[in-house]
């Protein structure tokens, strides 16, 4: 057998690592797939919010310096350290926010260190609901939940815009109503 025109036979080592990299099951990261990502204007929407819960729990943790506690700065200043750095790890968490429409399912993602993958049959949907915050709506951006029967599967899309969010929404809906399952 010329190498040009070589195969690979059964029982051989490259036939069964074809094998095992053709059988991987669900792979939640195959090329052949396109994750959607939400808006970058979610970003400065996070960082305030992360902003003003920030300043209220660091001025909290100052109370008992403000109180008398001499070392009672170690905890505003300690919260104020874990916000700043929550505010420097913000582009990237949001970046690692995605969902994917695939056949049969909804498939969302989200985290850096601790990434959450959750799967939502299109049939087991029951809610989909577009909200807005005031600060998210100055930055014409929505969220979008999706509620099932299981009280711990709601998934929240934060950082939609508008006419994406709408779009999905109907979409969802629709394909949703043609694949009840179980109701």
Do not use: N
């Not at 990261?29 to 808006?39: A, D, F, G, K």
């Not at 070392?71 to 929550?86: R, S």
């Amino acid at each position: 057998m010329s190498d040009e025109t070589e195969q690979t036979q059964p029982g051989t080592s490259s036939a069964l690592t074809e094998l095992s990299a053709r059988s991987e099951p669900h792979s939640l990261t195959r090329p052949e797939t396109e994750w959607q990502r939400v808006s970058p204007r979610y970003i400065p929407v996070d960082m305030i919010g992360t902003l003003i819960f920030g300043a209220i729990a660091t001025t909290a943790g100052f109370l008992p310096f403000w109180f008398g506690w001499q070392e009672g700065w170690f905890i505003g200043a300690g919260l104020a350290l874990i916000f700043i750095i929550t505010l420097a790890l913000t582009p990237r968490r949001v970046r690692a926010i995605g969902y994917l429409l695939r056949d049969d399912d909804l498939l969302f993602r989200r985290g850096i260190m601790f990434q959450r993958f959750v799967a939502v049959p299109y049939g087991r949907m029951q809610l989909v609901d577009i909200s807005r915050g005031p600060i998210a709506r100055a930055f014409g951006l929505a969220e979008l939940k999706f509620v099932t029967a299981a009280a711990s599967s709601g998934v929240l899309i934060p950082g939609l815009p508008l006419a994406e969010a709408e779009r999905l929404r109907d979409h969802l809906v629709a394909v949703a109503e043609t694949r009840r399952a179980g109701l």
